[in-house]
């Protein structure tokens, strides 16, 4: 059921802003497929990082759960 409920949030959540990968990498084009790629992968990291939170008992996201 997780799985399902992540794909369903992996679908509607843009964390990434295409103009603002092209300002991170001027001297490249960005291919239309980053963006999506890229949101994928951020998504997955906060995932992990979540799970981890909540393993050490804390209700709270911190950079040291990445």
Do not use: F, H, W
Request: charged residues 35%; glycine residues 4%; positive net charge.
């Amino acid at each position: 059921m997780s799985n399902e409920i992540n794909k369903e949030i992996e679908n509607q959540i843009d964390l990434i802003i295409k103009s603002k990968i092209k300002s991170a990498v001027p001297e490249l084009s960005v291919a239309g497929e980053v963006p999506d790629a890229l949101n994928k992968k951020v998504l997955k990291m906060l995932q992990d990082a979540s799970e981890r939170a909540k393993a050490n008992g804390r209700r709270t996201l911190q950079a040291r759960d990445l």
